[in-house]
């Protein structure tokens, strides 16, 4: 008998040709067991210590990939901890010089259509709450709109670069700056701040928005839903 691992990264080593073999539709395909058996050749030390000896190698690297991601997630996890503490610090103490003022004194709130439109495989981008992650727009799986739906849900406002978008549902507390160059219209759920930037610098007011104070000045003033949470935008 094989070394159970030693024939693990062997079939990892002809998987493409087990794939390009497999029988049926697309994503319906399958490799005979008769086929495997009598059609594929694979090459092996017959002694089993050589065999563990180079499955020894495999292991141990994942073994210190396994290692890195958990100490880079605790790294992040660190950095992230101490970066809410220096806003909390920053935010929770009125220093000399700084007022306080209404946010529609400062700029002007807009929110995008309650629907969606139909989305299609390129144009502009319809920008959802799941594309906010971490104070950014992330654009993984992104979804866009036909130009003539693009003008028809931008008719209350067009975002540009430097908006703040964030989401007034569900995802309470996820602030993000427009970028340059991205083209987008608001989807639903998703809010957007425009500042007087003689006022307020807009990566500023992210900074307020997710500092902990903040979040919990949002947290006694959101609706309470059966559902979800809300902030009302008025």
């Known amino acids: 008998m094989f070394f159970d691992d030693f ?14 073999s497999g029988e049926g539709t697309s994503g319906q395909t399958e490799l005979p067991r008769k086929k495997l058996e009598q ?13 563990k000896r ?8 994942f ?11 605790k790294n992040l996890a660190n950095a992230r901890e101490l970066f809410e503490s220096y806003l909390n610090n920053v935010f929770s103490q009125k220093e000399e010089g700084w007022e306080e003022k209404q946010i529609g004194d400062l700029g002007d709130v807009f929110d995008g259509p309650h629907a969606t439109p139909e989305t299609v495989d390129s144009g502009p981008i319809f920008l959802g709450i799941s594309t906010l992650h971490d104070e950014k ?10 130009d003539i739906d693009y003008e028809k849900w931008t008719r209350r406002v067009k975002p540009r670069a430097g908006d ?3 989401s007034y549902e569900t995802r309470l507390g996820q602030p993000a700056l427009i970028p340059e160059g991205l083209e987008c219209c608001l989807g639903r759920r998703m809010g957007l701040v425009r500042l007087d930037r003689k006022k307020v610098d807009p990566r500023f007011f992210v900074c307020m928005y997710v500092s902990p104070p903040f979040r919990k000045y949002l947290a006694d003033r959101s609706i309470r839903g059966a559902t979800v949470d809300r902030i009302p935008l008025k």
């Open 63 to 73: 073994e210190r990939i396994d290692t890195a991601i958990a100490n880079t997630q």
């Open 164 to 166: 703040i978008v964030f």
């Open 7 to 20: 024939f693990g990264y062997m079939l990892i080593k002809i998987e493409d040709e087990i794939t390009s």
């Open 137 to 146: 727009i992330v654009l993984g799986e992104t979804r866009h709109v036909t």
């Open 39 to 51: 059609e594929f050749y694979i090459q092996y030390p017959t002694s089993r210590p050589e065999q």
């Open 54 to 61: 180079i499955v020894a190698i495999p292991d141990g690297a």
